[in-house]
């Protein structure tokens, strides 16, 4: 099955911790990206990548970053910089940046930090 | 716990009808428009698309209306079913030289009644 997996489903942290968020794709997809989600409101961009090895500020980069050392695996970091961030962060991917089409989201995780 | 549906319009549709979501999209130069469907805790997925020179783009049971003139999209969704009840969005594409960017509404929680 191809597809983007995130994990885990949940996670919680105290405050001033960091956090890492896996991401994978195997559908061959060159564009990545990370959103996050909060009641309310639409997705928002915090980072997204076009290649392997390169990766852009979205518009909510600020408490956050990220890697791209394959082109399967974007994770992203919550530092401990990021003022709010409890929230559902979702990671997509699409063929290519640029190209009009889909972007393909994974199932989310549910972060928490008290 | 959820992440969307909170504060959201919501549109209440009796099993059978059609189901009719609207989305007013902020940019003329817009030129590619999605609709996604989120259920409960999971990310969101593709439902159809349509670019910019066209009008009306239908798929299975779902219809996706274009109006430029006043930056209006719709989805129609015929024979509504109880798997149907989600939160719905559109996606607005601007792609301007290098840079590509979807910008995600809000969305509608759809509620089917049976």
């Known amino acids: 099955d191809g597809g983007i997996t995130q994990s885990p489903k949940y996670l919680f942290r105290k405050e001033g911790q960091n956090v890492t968020l896996s991401c994978e794709q195997n559908l061959n997809h060159d564009a990545m990206y990370w959103y996050r989600q909060d009641p309310g409101q639409g997705l928002r961009l915090i980072y997204y990548?076009?290649?392997?090895?390169?990766?852009q500020k979205g518009d909510i980069a600020e408490g956050y970053s990220v890697s791209r050392e394959k082109k399967e695996s974007f994770p992203l970091t919550v530092t401990s910089a990021q003022k709010n961030p409890t929230a559902f962060y979702l990671c997509?991917?699409?063929?290519?940046?640029?190209?009009?089409?889909?972007?393909?989201f994974g199932p989310g995780t549910r972060l928490t930090v008290t | 716990g959820e992440n969307v549906g909170l504060h959201l319009p919501t549109l209440s549709v009796q099993e059978g009808d059609n189901s009719i979501i609207n989305c007013a999209y902020s940019n003329s130069a817009s030129d590619y428009f999605i609709w996604y469907k989120q259920e409960s805790g999971k990310g969101p997925q593709f439902i159809i698309d349509?670019?910019?020179?066209?009008d009306k783009r239908q798929g299975q049971r779902v219809t996706v209306l274009l109006n430029k003139t006043v930056k209006h999209l719709s989805l129609q969704i015929a024979a509504t079913q109880p798997g149907d009840s989600a939160v719905y969005f559109c996606a607005e594409n601007i792609y301007a030289g290098t840079a590509s960017k979807l910008t995600f509404g809000t969305g509608t929680r759809l509620q089917v009644t049976l």
């Open positions: 990548s076009q290649i392997v090895n390169d990766f």
């Open positions: 349509i670019r910019s020179n066209m």
């Open positions: 997509a991917s699409s063929i290519g940046y640029g190209i009009l089409g889909e972007q393909y």
